[in-house]
């Protein structure tokens, strides 16, 4: 206001307007006139001396805050960015986190590490509390996803997957969860479903290592949980790992039977898959949702050379944090497909676990 | 085993080990003090650090924070009144009375000594256990975790200043605080209002914060006073006066670590309900229990004999099993995972060396956080004599940054705000506050054992073996101070 003043009292007096406040106005609407041209030219310089916020939706030490500050610690000069540091937002399995993300201003200065599977099925199954839609945020780059195993006692006279048949005609089988639609619960659906047994899912257990400490007194079956927690528990003399949740032999554990191989029926093929599907997300980087093309290239672009990076990927051996990344583009269009057009049987499993 | 004991000593105490230490007590010490700012962020941030250290200068520079954090709490929950950690909020009780008495140095003293103490009862439980850890960690399931709850639950009835009506009734209130949340069964929100934020449930850190720390800076405000009301005569000796105490007392001190390290071996429920417990106790067995609340020593050696205790306690399972009892163990659980040891049989066998380096972190770390801090009482105590007004805008912002730090949440602010609130008054009409904190800390884990206890055996778990000595121990808790209660309600009766 004040300088608008100031234009007209310092030019040729009077009311109208003066010729340098018509160049300015004129240069103005020049300027946002093409937007594109101006993003395009700052694109990436838009980082400089800024800081970005790389939000984890857990607690601190958890698996996501260790590759989120791994990331977080070379993405940043990548990008040019002054800094790029962790927040920590945990709630709600995540939920509270994915949807803060979903309406931030999509500017490139808030990323997330998202739990891909567990957003997805939310979605899917309408889960209470969910405000976004997977497909729409802007997907930067996939940073790890890893096989679901399937663990039994280590007591247990369940040897193998073929077992669980026989061994659920003498007994009700169980399974350990750590709530209604963790992925551990999704995945002891499945595996009923797939199998067509009868198992109770036994649920309100604190955590992961909670269940296994379960299972090695004998107390429940199963567990679903990801193949290095499950291997962990295995070395730590709890349990065994009998299978993965999967349709097809992994490449990265080709001795370990997969559920897929036990069943003909091409429905149960597919469900038995779908997990997998929804597991391809893993952990992944991803922004809010509508943003600028170049913007997001910038991001993605970033993420390509952190992943390339030689510091980077010594830090990954010395920390015990593998990788199996993927780029953001082939990323995006198979949780687009997927979001699109996902298994029924399985949305239906998802909806029914929701529907309480 | 003793050779594994003198190498860990042995590698402890190298240099670059020991200075690994130093640090991390430094660290600890400064977050220790300043409410709400917890372990588990400041070890989250120190792990990038320990990439590449080996195990043991891994242990040393994160279970050494650990270790100091919570002994540093009670600094502040002697001095301000408001708990540095949630597992100092029972130090708060006599701690700062004493404070206020003038006797500051004492009380910090009595409770550094009272740590240190602990810190080697907990040592001597996990070298007595490593032979039998597992089957007993194997042993102790749901239903007894939820026997272990109910006891604590049971100490309502002790911790309620004789109001045992309104003891009850705060404990229901805290009770239906920690039903808020995501049902663990059925996932189905209760009492969120359809906010996203409440489905965790209310927040412990920011509701002790609040409860204490509230009533505190609101007198400090309205009143002209300092801290001490009265003049302390001899700060810096007042510290010798405070170790002496803690041997001289030396049979609470010793209960309260048993008890610290006992239920500091329960994943999830130990650290908050410990303190309380070994309060309680303390509280039913002395000879003067009525000074308990307004500055009695022995009060403030058994809510400080437990805390590092505790720690002690809570590595077993951690050890054995992977099991963390709180989120601070659970990024020592990471820490395991880095350095590529796994915790199990391992641990107890071939890398038996690192278990013993780990008790050793826990008794030098005590060691030296109490050299660190001799220097510095003299000036802390000083600050118990800063004009209220002057010291309150400090104390308000501490507890403002603390709470939100918790979970980067401006949420949990407003929770503290209204515990803050509730706090105030419940001071004003005298009701007690720490029945409320035992239910909400005990209210959840209730629930959640006794639907798991029923899931897995249905009603036959009141019958196993250790379940039928906690209901014993509950009965005997309940009747001793219902018999208390009696007595003293004839003896006014008489008079």
Redesign the interface.
């Given at each position: 206001m004040r300088s608008a003043h100031g234009k007209r009292s310092s030019g040729a007096g009077g009311t109208g307007a003066t010729p340098t406040a018509i160049a300015t106005v004129a240069g103005l609407m020049l300027v946002s006139a093409t937007p594109q041209a101006a993003q395009a030219q700052d694109g990436c310089e838009f980082f400089a001396g800024r800081t970005v916020e790389l939000v984890v939706p857990f607690?601190?030490?958890?698996g996501y805050?260790?590759y989120g500050?791994?990331v977080a610690?070379h993405m940043g000069d990548k990008l040019g960015a002054e800094n790029m540091i962790v927040?920590?937002?945990?709630?709600?399995g995540g939920?509270?986190a994915t949807?803060q993300t979903w309406t931030a201003a999509p500017d490139g200065l808030l990323i997330q590490l998202t739990n891909t599977s567990g957003m997805l099925t939310s979605e899917l199954g309408g889960a209470?509390?969910v405000r976004y839609e997977s497909a729409g945020f802007s997907w930067i780059g996939r940073v790890t996803s890893e096989a679901d195993a399937i663990s039994v006692g280590i007591d247990n006279s369940i040897g193998s997957l073929e077992d669980i048949r026989t061994a659920a005609a003498e007994r009700t089988l169980?399974f350990g969860s750590t709530?209604?639609?963790a992925d551990n619960y999704l995945g002891a659906q499945i595996i009923s479903k797939v199998l067509d047994v009868e198992a109770?899912i036994?649920?309100?257990?604190?955590g992961g290592?909670?269940v296994?400490?379960?299972m090695?007194?004998g107390?429940?079956d199963f567990f679903i949980s990801t193949f290095g927690s499950a291997r962990?528990?295995e070395?730590?003399?709890?349990v065994r790992i009998i299978g993965l949740l999967a349709a097809e032999p992994n490449p990265s554990h080709p001795d370990i039977e997969v559920l897929g191989a036990l069943v003909e029926d091409a429905g149960d093929k597919a469900l038995a898959g779908a997990f997998s599907d929804v597991g391809f997300g893993g952990r992944s980087l991803a922004a809010p949702p509508g943003m600028a093309e170049d913007r997001l290239q910038c991001l993605r672009d970033a993420y390509e050379a952190t992943i390339a990076d030689p510091d980077f990927l010594a830090?990954t051996v010395?920390?015990?944090l593998p990788i199996t990344p993927v780029d953001g583009a082939t990323l995006a269009a198979v949780i687009g497909n997927l979001m699109a057009n996902p298994p029924q049987d399985f949305v239906e499993l998802l909806r029914e676990a929701?529907r309480? | 085993m003793l050779e594994a004991a003198l190498s860990g000593l042995l590698q402890v105490v190298s240099p670059s080990a020991f200075g690994l230490m130093l640090i991390g007590s430094l660290i600890g010490l400064v977050v220790g003090i300043l409410p709400g700012l917890g372990g588990?962020?400041a070890?989250?941030?120190m792990?990038?650090f320990t990439?590449?250290m080996t195990p043991i200068e891994t242990f040393c520079f994160l279970l050494s924070t650990l270790v100091v954090t919570t002994t540093a709490g009670g600094i502040t929950s002697i001095l301000f009144g408001i708990p540095g950690e949630a597992t100092a909020a029972a130090i708060v009780l006599d701690g700062h009375p004493m404070a206020k008495r003038g006797e500051a140095g004492r009380a910090i003293g009595a409770m550094l000594m009272a740590s240190l103490l602990g810190a080697l009862i907990g040592a001597l439980l996990l070298v007595a256990a490593i032979p039998v850890i597992r089957p007993v960690?194997?042993a102790f399931?749901?239903p007894e975790f939820l026997m272990l709850a109910l006891v604590g639950l049971t100490f309502i009835a002790i911790l309620s200043d004789g109001a045992m009506l309104k003891g009850l009734i705060m404990a229901c209130a805290g009770i239906m605080i920690a039903l808020v949340g995501?049902d663990?069964?059925?996932?189905?929100?209760r009492y969120t209002f359809g906010k996203?934020?409440m489905?965790?449930g209310i927040g412990i850190v920011p509701l002790v914060i609040g409860l204490f720390g509230g009533p505190q800076i609101l007198e400090l405000m309205l009143s002209k006073n300092s801290v001490a009301t009265s003049n302390p005569s001899k700060k810096v000796q007042g510290i010798w006066q405070g170790f002496v105490d803690a041997f001289v007392h030396w049979k609470v001190v010793l209960q309260s670590g048993l008890i610290g390290a006992g239920v500091g071996v329960v994943?999830?429920v130990g650290g908050s309900v410990a303190q309380f417990i070994a309060y309680g106790h303390a509280k039913q067995n002395s000879r003067k229990p009525e000074e308990f609340g307004k500055g009695s020593i022995e009060g403030l050696l058994a809510s400080s004999g437990n805390n590092n205790a505790k720690d002690g306690g809570a590595l077993i399972?951690m050890i054995s099993?992977?099991?963390?009892g709180s989120?601070s163990t659970?990024?020592i659980?990471?820490a395991f995972?880095?350095v590529?040891i796994?915790?199990?049989?391992?641990m107890l066998t071939e890398h038996l060396d690192v278990t013993f380096s780990m008790i050793w972190v826990t008794i030098i770390a005590t060691i030296i956080v109490m050299i660190i801090t001799i220097p510095l009482i003299a000036p802390l105590s000083r600050v118990t004599l800063v004009n209220g007004p002057l010291l309150a805008p400090f104390l308000l912002t501490l507890v403002v940054l603390g709470a939100y730090a918790s979970?980067?949440?401006l949420f949990d602010v407003w929770v503290m705000l209204a515990a803050a609130a509730v706090g105030v008054i419940c001071q004003r009409f005298r009701w007690p506050v720490v029945p409320l904190l035992l239910g909400v800390v005990l209210g959840a884990a209730c629930e959640?054992y006794f639907?798991?206890s029923q899931?897995?055996f249905g009603w036959g778990w009141m019958t196993r073996p250790i379940v039928m000595g906690f209901w014993a121990l509950m009965l005997f808790i309940l009747l001793r101070a219902l018999l208390r209660a009696w007595r003293s309600f004839r003896l006014r009766e008489r008079i």
């Open positions: 607690n601190p030490g958890g805050d260790l500050r791994m610690a927040i920590n937002r945990p709630g709600a939920t509270l949807n209470p509390g169980r709530g209604i639609g109770e036994v649920v309100g257990f604190a290592q909670e296994f400490a379960s090695a007194r107390e429940v962990r528990a070395d730590a003399g709890s830090d010395e920390r015990g929701y309480n | 588990p962020v070890l989250a941030l792990l990038p990439f590449g960690v194997l399931g749901p995501l663990p069964q059925t996932a189905i929100p996203l934020e489905w965790d994943p999830g399972p099993f992977g099991l963390p989120v659970a990024v659980l990471t995972l880095i590529g796994d915790p199990g049989p391992a979970r980067n949440s959640r639907f798991l899931a897995l």
